[in-house]
Protein backbone atom coordinates (compact mmCIF):
# COMPACT_ATOMS: atom_id res chain seq x y z
CA UNK A 1 0.00 0.00 0.00
CA UNK A 2 1.15 3.50 -1.05
CA UNK A 3 1.86 5.47 2.12
CA UNK A 4 0.67 9.37 1.91
CA UNK A 5 3.95 10.58 0.94
CA UNK A 6 4.45 8.05 -1.88
CA UNK A 7 0.85 9.50 -2.97
CA UNK A 8 1.94 13.31 -2.13
CA UNK A 9 5.16 12.78 -4.58
CA UNK A 10 2.60 10.80 -7.55
CA UNK A 11 0.37 14.05 -7.12
CA UNK A 12 3.58 16.63 -7.45
CA UNK A 13 5.11 14.52 -10.50
CA UNK A 14 1.82 14.70 -11.88
CA UNK A 15 1.65 18.18 -11.58
CA UNK A 16 4.90 19.08 -12.76
CA UNK A 17 4.25 17.20 -15.85
CA UNK A 18 0.76 19.25 -16.32
CA UNK A 19 1.20 22.31 -18.66
CA UNK A 20 -0.98 24.90 -17.51
CA UNK A 21 -3.75 25.92 -20.06
CA UNK A 22 -7.75 26.48 -20.32
CA UNK A 23 -7.74 22.92 -20.73
CA UNK A 24 -5.80 21.74 -17.80
CA UNK A 25 -7.58 24.53 -15.22
CA UNK A 26 -10.24 22.24 -13.51
CA UNK A 27 -7.46 19.29 -13.61
CA UNK A 28 -4.46 21.22 -12.01
CA UNK A 29 -6.91 22.49 -9.63
CA UNK A 30 -8.37 19.58 -8.41
CA UNK A 31 -4.83 18.31 -7.99
CA UNK A 32 -3.87 20.79 -5.73
CA UNK A 33 -6.47 20.39 -3.51
CA UNK A 34 -6.30 17.09 -3.62
CA UNK A 35 -2.75 17.39 -2.58
CA UNK A 36 -3.80 20.23 0.71
CA UNK A 37 -5.90 17.38 2.09
CA UNK A 38 -2.90 14.61 1.55
CA UNK A 39 -0.47 17.06 3.18
CA UNK A 40 -3.48 17.54 6.32
CA UNK A 41 -3.27 13.70 6.56
CA UNK A 42 0.31 14.69 7.64
CA UNK A 43 -0.52 16.92 10.21
CA UNK A 44 -2.75 14.46 12.10
CA UNK A 45 -1.39 11.45 14.16
CA UNK A 46 -3.95 8.62 12.56
CA UNK A 47 -2.41 9.83 9.01
CA UNK A 48 1.27 8.79 9.32
CA UNK A 49 2.45 10.35 12.38
CA UNK A 50 2.77 13.83 12.99
CA UNK A 51 2.31 15.68 16.65
CA UNK A 52 5.37 16.20 19.21
CA UNK A 53 7.63 12.80 19.85
CA UNK A 54 10.04 12.05 22.72
CA UNK A 55 12.03 14.98 23.36
CA UNK A 56 9.37 17.62 21.59
CA UNK A 57 7.20 18.15 24.28
CA UNK A 58 8.46 21.32 25.95
CA UNK A 59 6.63 23.02 28.74
CA UNK A 60 5.78 26.40 27.57
CA UNK A 61 6.86 28.94 29.77
CA UNK A 62 6.49 33.27 29.93
CA UNK A 63 4.34 35.25 27.72
CA UNK A 64 5.24 33.93 24.05
CA UNK A 65 7.72 31.49 22.04
CA UNK A 66 10.04 31.47 19.94
CA UNK A 67 11.31 28.89 17.53
CA UNK A 68 14.78 28.47 15.86
CA UNK A 69 14.31 26.54 12.68
CA UNK A 70 17.13 26.02 9.90
CA UNK A 71 19.02 23.55 8.54
CA UNK A 72 21.37 21.82 10.10
CA UNK A 73 24.73 23.71 11.48
CA UNK A 74 23.35 27.53 10.35
CA UNK A 75 24.16 28.10 14.14
CA UNK A 76 20.82 27.84 16.30
CA UNK A 77 22.30 25.94 19.29
CA UNK A 78 25.27 28.78 19.44
CA UNK A 79 22.42 31.37 18.90
CA UNK A 80 20.48 30.14 21.71
CA UNK A 81 23.55 29.83 24.07
CA UNK A 82 24.37 33.45 23.61
CA UNK A 83 20.78 34.65 23.95
CA UNK A 84 19.51 32.57 26.79
CA UNK A 85 22.82 31.72 28.72
CA UNK A 86 21.53 27.79 28.63
CA UNK A 87 24.01 25.50 26.92
CA UNK A 88 22.92 24.11 24.08
CA UNK A 89 25.43 21.38 22.32
CA UNK A 90 27.06 23.37 19.74
CA UNK A 91 29.37 21.24 16.83
CA UNK A 92 30.71 21.80 13.28
CA UNK A 93 28.86 18.50 12.82
CA UNK A 94 25.25 18.02 11.37
CA UNK A 95 22.51 17.06 13.79
CA UNK A 96 23.95 18.11 17.20
CA UNK A 97 20.93 19.30 17.99
CA UNK A 98 18.54 16.22 18.28
CA UNK A 99 15.40 17.49 20.92
CA UNK A 100 14.17 21.34 21.48
CA UNK A 101 16.25 22.61 23.89
CA UNK A 102 14.31 25.48 25.55
CA UNK A 103 15.69 28.88 27.22
CA UNK A 104 14.67 31.76 28.20
CA UNK A 105 15.57 35.49 28.14
CA UNK A 106 14.28 38.67 29.35
CA UNK A 107 13.74 41.71 27.07
CA UNK A 108 11.87 44.84 27.88
CA UNK A 109 10.41 42.88 31.31
CA UNK A 110 8.80 40.09 29.31
CA UNK A 111 10.13 36.54 29.72
CA UNK A 112 10.38 35.50 26.05
CA UNK A 113 10.87 31.49 26.02
CA UNK A 114 13.22 30.49 23.70
CA UNK A 115 13.43 27.04 21.58
CA UNK A 116 16.24 25.68 19.95
CA UNK A 117 15.24 22.75 17.49
CA UNK A 118 17.22 20.26 15.66
CA UNK A 119 17.93 20.74 11.74
CA UNK A 120 15.73 20.19 9.22
CA UNK A 121 16.30 19.31 5.30
CA UNK A 122 14.69 19.45 2.41
CA UNK A 123 12.25 16.83 2.38
CA UNK A 124 11.41 17.47 6.14
CA UNK A 125 7.54 17.44 6.06
CA UNK A 126 7.30 14.25 3.79
CA UNK A 127 8.90 12.33 6.91
CA UNK A 128 12.55 12.89 6.10
CA UNK A 129 14.49 12.96 9.55
CA UNK A 130 12.88 14.47 12.31
CA UNK A 131 11.61 17.29 10.19
CA UNK A 132 7.75 16.45 11.23
CA UNK A 133 8.15 16.99 14.76
CA UNK A 134 10.45 19.98 14.39
CA UNK A 135 7.75 21.44 11.94
CA UNK A 136 5.08 20.57 14.58
CA UNK A 137 6.95 22.26 17.47
CA UNK A 138 6.76 25.25 15.28
CA UNK A 139 3.86 25.03 14.50
CA UNK A 140 3.24 26.05 18.33
CA UNK A 141 5.58 29.46 18.22
CA UNK A 142 4.35 32.99 18.34
CA UNK A 143 7.46 33.70 15.93
CA UNK A 144 9.52 32.26 14.25
CA UNK A 145 13.62 32.55 13.81
CA UNK A 146 14.24 30.86 10.59
CA UNK A 147 18.26 30.80 10.68
CA UNK A 148 20.33 30.82 7.58
CA UNK A 149 24.24 30.63 6.90
CA UNK A 150 25.00 33.47 4.77
CA UNK A 151 27.89 31.25 3.33
CA UNK A 152 25.00 28.63 2.00
CA UNK A 153 22.77 29.35 -1.10
CA UNK A 154 19.79 31.49 -0.44
CA UNK A 155 18.10 28.76 -2.29
CA UNK A 156 18.01 27.23 1.60
CA UNK A 157 15.28 30.41 2.42
CA UNK A 158 12.81 28.79 -0.30
CA UNK A 159 13.38 25.48 0.74
CA UNK A 160 12.68 26.05 4.73
CA UNK A 161 9.64 28.21 3.70
CA UNK A 162 8.02 25.47 1.46
CA UNK A 163 8.83 22.60 3.77
CA UNK A 164 6.99 25.14 6.70
CA UNK A 165 3.92 25.86 4.22
CA UNK A 166 3.65 21.81 3.17
CA UNK A 167 2.41 21.96 6.89
CA UNK A 168 0.03 25.01 6.86
CA UNK A 169 2.56 26.95 8.60
CA UNK A 170 2.46 30.67 6.56
CA UNK A 171 4.92 33.16 7.08
CA UNK A 172 4.63 36.63 7.40
CA UNK A 173 0.84 36.39 5.75
CA UNK A 174 -2.26 37.47 7.07
CA UNK A 175 -5.15 35.18 6.31
CA UNK A 176 -6.64 35.69 2.26
CA UNK A 177 -9.49 38.37 2.30
CA UNK A 178 -11.82 35.71 1.35
CA UNK A 179 -15.78 34.95 2.58
CA UNK A 180 -16.43 31.16 2.25
CA UNK A 181 -20.12 30.37 3.10
CA UNK A 182 -21.42 27.19 3.33
CA UNK A 183 -24.64 26.49 2.82
CA UNK A 184 -27.41 23.48 2.78
CA UNK A 185 -28.32 24.19 -0.95
CA UNK A 186 -28.06 26.63 -3.90
CA UNK A 187 -24.91 25.91 -5.50
CA UNK A 188 -22.08 27.39 -5.63
CA UNK A 189 -22.21 31.48 -6.22
CA UNK A 190 -19.01 33.35 -6.54
CA UNK A 191 -18.62 37.13 -6.33
CA UNK A 192 -15.95 39.62 -6.39
CA UNK A 193 -14.89 43.03 -5.00
CA UNK A 194 -11.53 43.07 -6.88
CA UNK A 195 -11.30 41.47 -10.57
CA UNK A 196 -9.98 37.89 -10.11
CA UNK A 197 -6.59 37.79 -12.36
CA UNK A 198 -5.04 34.86 -11.38
CA UNK A 199 -7.83 32.58 -10.83
CA UNK A 200 -10.14 30.90 -12.88
CA UNK A 201 -14.02 30.09 -12.33
CA UNK A 202 -13.27 26.42 -13.51
CA UNK A 203 -10.22 26.54 -11.05
CA UNK A 204 -12.85 27.33 -8.43
CA UNK A 205 -15.19 24.95 -9.10
CA UNK A 206 -12.32 22.19 -9.36
CA UNK A 207 -11.35 22.69 -5.68
CA UNK A 208 -14.98 23.32 -4.43
CA UNK A 209 -15.97 19.97 -6.03
CA UNK A 210 -12.92 18.19 -4.53
CA UNK A 211 -13.77 19.37 -1.35
CA UNK A 212 -17.49 18.77 -1.71
CA UNK A 213 -18.20 21.45 -1.54
CA UNK A 214 -21.74 22.02 -3.50
CA UNK A 215 -23.67 25.18 -2.11
CA UNK A 216 -21.99 27.96 -0.99
CA UNK A 217 -21.19 31.48 -1.44
CA UNK A 218 -17.85 32.80 -2.03
CA UNK A 219 -17.03 36.81 -2.38
CA UNK A 220 -13.58 36.67 -2.99
CA UNK A 221 -12.13 40.36 -1.57
CA UNK A 222 -8.43 40.57 -3.29
CA UNK A 223 -7.10 39.04 -6.15
CA UNK A 224 -6.72 35.59 -4.80
CA UNK A 225 -5.05 32.14 -6.26
CA UNK A 226 -6.30 28.74 -6.11
CA UNK A 227 -3.30 28.39 -3.15
CA UNK A 228 -5.44 31.42 -1.38
CA UNK A 229 -8.36 29.05 -2.12
CA UNK A 230 -7.49 26.19 -0.31
CA UNK A 231 -6.02 28.35 2.72
CA UNK A 232 -9.54 29.74 3.40
CA UNK A 233 -11.25 26.54 3.14
CA UNK A 234 -8.55 24.52 4.89
CA UNK A 235 -8.21 27.54 7.60
CA UNK A 236 -8.63 25.55 10.88
CA UNK A 237 -5.07 23.99 9.27
CA UNK A 238 -3.21 26.94 8.71
CA UNK A 239 -1.71 28.85 10.93
CA UNK A 240 -0.20 32.56 10.15
CA UNK A 241 3.17 33.41 11.80
CA UNK A 242 5.64 36.07 11.88
CA UNK A 243 9.22 34.92 11.23
CA UNK A 244 12.96 36.67 11.42
CA UNK A 245 15.53 35.74 8.82
CA UNK A 246 18.48 35.68 11.42
CA UNK A 247 21.47 35.49 8.53
CA UNK A 248 23.93 34.09 10.53
CA UNK A 249 27.57 33.71 10.17
CA UNK A 250 28.29 37.09 8.74
CA UNK A 251 32.21 37.21 10.67
CA UNK A 252 32.98 34.56 7.98
CA UNK A 253 31.50 35.92 4.49
CA UNK A 254 32.54 38.40 1.77
CA UNK A 255 31.28 41.80 1.49
CA UNK A 256 30.02 41.50 -1.87
CA UNK A 257 26.96 39.00 -1.22
CA UNK A 258 25.81 41.72 1.90
CA UNK A 259 24.39 44.02 -0.38
CA UNK A 260 21.66 40.86 -1.55
CA UNK A 261 21.27 40.15 2.12
CA UNK A 262 19.70 43.43 2.70
CA UNK A 263 17.36 43.02 -0.03
CA UNK A 264 15.58 40.20 2.32
CA UNK A 265 12.48 41.69 3.98
CA UNK A 266 12.69 40.97 7.57
CA UNK A 267 16.00 39.85 7.98
CA UNK A 268 18.82 40.45 9.88
CA UNK A 269 22.36 40.27 9.68
CA UNK A 270 23.88 38.78 13.06
CA UNK A 271 27.08 36.75 13.80
CA UNK A 272 25.55 34.26 16.33
CA UNK A 273 29.29 33.09 17.28
CA UNK A 274 30.71 36.90 17.55
CA UNK A 275 27.82 38.06 19.19
CA UNK A 276 26.91 40.58 16.36
CA UNK A 277 24.52 42.74 16.25
CA UNK A 278 22.37 40.44 18.50
CA UNK A 279 20.95 44.09 19.78
CA UNK A 280 19.19 44.63 16.15
CA UNK A 281 17.82 41.13 15.90
CA UNK A 282 16.34 41.24 19.32
CA UNK A 283 14.70 44.71 18.62
CA UNK A 284 13.07 42.93 15.51
CA UNK A 285 12.02 40.45 17.56
CA UNK A 286 10.32 42.85 20.12
CA UNK A 287 8.73 44.32 17.04
CA UNK A 288 7.12 41.23 15.58
CA UNK A 289 6.01 39.84 18.80
CA UNK A 290 3.43 42.84 19.07
CA UNK A 291 3.11 42.94 23.19
CA UNK A 292 1.74 45.31 25.32
CA UNK A 293 3.79 46.56 27.91
CA UNK A 294 1.75 47.71 30.90
CA UNK A 295 2.88 49.38 34.26
CA UNK A 296 1.01 49.16 37.32
CA UNK A 297 0.94 52.46 39.40
CA UNK A 298 -0.20 51.74 43.18
CA UNK A 299 -2.62 54.37 44.26
CA UNK A 300 -0.82 57.36 45.56
CA UNK A 301 2.20 56.25 44.17
CA UNK A 302 4.68 55.80 41.27
CA UNK A 303 4.01 53.35 38.77
CA UNK A 304 6.93 50.44 38.41
CA UNK A 305 8.62 50.86 35.78
CA UNK A 306 10.85 47.73 36.31
CA UNK A 307 7.85 44.76 36.15
CA UNK A 308 5.45 45.43 33.51
CA UNK A 309 2.76 43.69 32.96
CA UNK A 310 2.94 42.12 29.72
CA UNK A 311 -0.01 40.96 27.74
CA UNK A 312 -0.35 40.08 23.96
CA UNK A 313 -1.70 42.13 21.29
CA UNK A 314 -5.23 41.55 20.97
CA UNK A 315 -5.79 39.87 24.64
CA UNK A 316 -5.11 43.52 26.29
CA UNK A 317 -8.08 44.52 27.84
CA UNK A 318 -7.85 46.07 31.48
CA UNK A 319 -9.81 42.43 32.26
CA UNK A 320 -6.64 40.50 30.36
CA UNK A 321 -4.01 42.78 32.32
CA UNK A 322 -6.60 42.28 36.29
CA UNK A 323 -6.12 38.71 35.14
CA UNK A 324 -2.46 38.09 34.78
CA UNK A 325 -2.37 39.87 38.13
CA UNK A 326 -4.91 37.95 40.01
CA UNK A 327 -8.07 35.67 39.43
CA UNK A 328 -9.99 37.50 42.06
CA UNK A 329 -9.09 41.25 41.14
CA UNK A 330 -11.81 40.84 38.40
CA UNK A 331 -14.67 40.32 40.99
CA UNK A 332 -13.11 43.04 42.86
CA UNK A 333 -12.50 45.69 40.32
CA UNK A 334 -14.67 48.56 40.16
CA UNK A 335 -12.54 51.47 37.86
CA UNK A 336 -9.22 51.82 36.35
CA UNK A 337 -7.49 54.59 36.19
CA UNK A 338 -4.98 54.53 32.57
CA UNK A 339 -2.38 57.05 31.76
CA UNK A 340 -0.44 56.64 28.17
CA UNK A 341 -1.39 56.35 24.40
CA UNK A 342 -5.01 54.05 24.70
CA UNK A 343 -6.76 57.06 26.52
CA UNK A 344 -7.61 60.93 25.37
CA UNK A 345 -7.56 62.33 28.67
CA UNK A 346 -4.48 61.59 30.99
CA UNK A 347 -5.30 60.17 33.27
CA UNK A 348 -9.06 58.56 32.48
CA UNK A 349 -11.17 56.67 34.26
CA UNK A 350 -12.29 52.98 31.95
CA UNK A 351 -13.73 49.63 32.73
CA UNK A 352 -12.97 46.42 31.95
CA UNK A 353 -13.35 46.15 28.48
CA UNK A 354 -10.65 49.05 27.75
CA UNK A 355 -7.81 47.86 25.41
CA UNK A 356 -4.50 48.92 26.32
CA UNK A 357 -2.14 50.33 24.52
CA UNK A 358 2.37 49.42 25.10
CA UNK A 359 3.95 51.49 27.87
CA UNK A 360 0.22 52.62 29.15
CA UNK A 361 0.43 52.84 33.15
CA UNK A 362 -2.58 51.55 35.17
CA UNK A 363 -4.30 51.89 38.95
CA UNK A 364 -7.11 49.77 39.33
CA UNK A 365 -9.53 50.79 42.05
CA UNK A 366 -11.41 48.28 44.05
CA UNK A 367 -14.67 47.71 45.37
N1 LIG B 1 31.95 31.57 11.75
C1 LIG B 1 30.88 31.32 12.47
N2 LIG B 1 30.63 30.07 12.88
C2 LIG B 1 29.53 29.86 13.63
C3 LIG B 1 28.66 30.90 14.00
N3 LIG B 1 27.64 30.38 14.73
C4 LIG B 1 27.89 29.05 14.81
N4 LIG B 1 29.02 28.73 14.16
C5 LIG B 1 29.63 27.39 14.03
O1 LIG B 1 28.80 26.60 13.21
C6 LIG B 1 28.81 25.25 13.65
C7 LIG B 1 27.39 24.79 13.92
O2 LIG B 1 26.85 25.52 15.00
P1 LIG B 1 25.61 24.97 15.84
O3 LIG B 1 25.24 26.04 16.82
O4 LIG B 1 25.89 23.61 16.35
O5 LIG B 1 24.53 24.90 14.68
P2 LIG B 1 23.05 24.28 14.75
O6 LIG B 1 22.24 25.03 13.76
O7 LIG B 1 22.55 24.26 16.15
O8 LIG B 1 23.32 22.79 14.23
P3 LIG B 1 22.42 21.46 14.41
O9 LIG B 1 22.03 21.33 15.85
O10 LIG B 1 23.36 20.38 14.00
O11 LIG B 1 21.27 21.60 13.49
C8 LIG B 1 29.69 25.22 14.88
O12 LIG B 1 30.97 24.79 14.50
C9 LIG B 1 29.69 26.65 15.34
O13 LIG B 1 30.85 26.99 16.05
C10 LIG B 1 28.97 32.23 13.56
O14 LIG B 1 28.28 33.20 13.83
N5 LIG B 1 30.09 32.36 12.80
K1 LIG C 1 25.82 21.49 14.37
MG1 LIG D 1 21.90 22.70 17.24
Redesign the pocket.
Known sequence: MSTTADKIKAIEDEMAKTQKNKATEFHLGQLKAKLAKLRRELLTPTGGGGGGGVGFDVAKTGIATVG?V????????????KLTGTH???????????TTVPGTIKYKGAKIQML????IIEGAKDGRGRGKQVIAVTRTCNLLFI?L?VNKPLKHKQIIEYELEGFGIRINKTPPDILLKKKEKGGINITNTVPLTRLTKDEIRAVMTEYRLNSADIQFRCDATVDDLIDVIEAKNRKYLPAVYVL?????FSIQELELMYKIPNAVP?????G?NLDDLLEMMWDRLNLVRAYTKPKGRLPDFNEPVVLKNGNSSIEDFCKSIHKSLVDDFKTALVYGSSVKHQPQYVGLSHVLQDEDVVTILKK
Open positions: FGFPSVGKSTLLSSEAAAYEFTTLDLPGVDNKIDSISSGKW
